[in-house]
């Protein structure tokens, strides 16, 4: 749950998942103002300490997220607390915000990208890619803003020479994947599973499954092709048709399918990146498509004024602007180039 007050700047977040604290996590700048219940640990005589709950509101310095425990973790000084608790002021305090936690916002601005962020519906739906090889397993939760935890399964297996110990490690193998699986499966609500990999290696885990863990296999929403059981083959399969198919209603995926066109676009010359290229395209009405990568967009205010700009521009002309946001290897390959570039109607050089 996030209200806002668009008057006042005001946001109040309340997450009710890790999808929504992720859209929260976007949401804070350096600068904002944020009040929330917490502990604090405080001296009370030489070399005894207490631990106080207690209300805080600190100036914003640091914006985290930890994916593994889905908390945000806003650092700053502390401007206000309670009376008896003077002694604070000034000092450092780390805000830990987790699902169902409370803590309101006060923001300097709520820009077209803050808007826009907002607008976005949070979708909860998810998945587990079970990317297999023989002897070589990654398996990978997958929720709407990209891959928030993977695990491997390794195994060594014997070579073709000794048959009777290569189908021994195998079944071996294969017993240590789909207990890794159900665990995974079991802590995310049984989601839907996609598995992929070689043929012979995938179709051979499914058959097992459907011998020894028949739940596991009436979770597998599709079987696909890929390299090996690599987080590589993961990320290829992340940027393929399939998944644009088989998991249409992530925006992982519309993410990845404007970068990945974007790249292509790069090549055959019809996309310009970096701040000043861009911006050359998007004042000429050269742009069709607009990407922005969300992290770029807290950075100083005269940046930040460039890429409203920009906005403003492209929407005028009837172009798209994209807000890239999601944990995923094309937001990283894209933010590595500067993060911000733009597809182009036709050429301009």
């Not at 601005?109 to 909860?124: A, C, F, M, W």
């Not at 739940?215 to 390299?227: E, K």
Request: charge should be neutral; hydrophobic fraction near 40%; aromatic fraction near 8%.
């Amino acid at each position: 749950m996030i209200k806002v007050d668009y008057d006042k700047k005001v946001l109040e977040i309340r997450p009710f998942s890790g999808e929504e604290l992720w859209k929260a996590y976007h949401l804070i700048d350096k600068g904002d103002l944020a009040s929330a219940e917490t502990m604090r640990i405080l001296k009370i005589d030489e070399g005894e300490k207490s631990r106080r709950k207690a209300f805080l509101k600190i100036m914003v310095e640091n914006v985290e997220f930890e994916v593994s425990s889905e908390t945000i973790r806003l650092r700053g000084r502390v401007l206000e607390c309670p009376e008896d608790m003077e002694g604070v002021l000034g000092h450092y305090h780390t805000l830990t915000i987790g699902v169902g936690d409370r803590v309101m916002v006060e923001k300097q601005e709520l820009s077209p990208i803050h808007r826009k962020i907002l607008s976005r519906d949070v979708n909860t739906k998810k998945y587990i890619v079970v990317a297999v090889e023989l002897g070589n397993a990654t398996l990978a939760v997958v929720k709407d803003y990209g891959v928030v935890e993977s695990l491997e399964v390794e195994q060594d297996i014997p070579g073709k020479n000794f048959p009777e110990e290569r189908e021994a490690m195998a079944v071996r193998f294969f017993h240590e994947v789909s207990k890794t699986l159900r665990s995974i499966w079991i802590k995310e609500g049984r989601p839907k599973t996609i598995l992929i990999g070689p043929s012979v290696t995938r179709e051979a885990l499914l058959k097992f499954m459907g011998e020894k863990y028949r739940d596991l296999q009436a979770s597998v929403a599709g079987c696909f092709h890929s390299s090996g059981g690599t987080v590589s083959a993961v990320n290829e399969f992340l940027r393929s048709n399939e998944m644009k198919v088989v998991a249409r209603e992530l925006k992982i995926v519309d993410e990845i399918t404007a970068i990945e066109s974007f790249f292509k676009s790069l090549v055959e010359e019809k996309a310009v990146y970096g701040l000043e290229e861009t911006w050359k395209a998007v004042e000429k009405g050269a742009v069709s498509q607009l990407i922005i990568h969300v992290k770029l967009a807290s950075q100083s205010g005269s940046l930040r004024e460039r890429m409203m700009e920009m906005i403003r521009l492209v929407e005028q002309y009837g172009g798209e602007v994209t807000i890239v946001s999601g944990r995923h290897e094309s937001a990283e390959k894209f933010r590595r180039i500067g993060g911000i570039g733009g597809i182009l109607r036709y050429k301009v050089y």
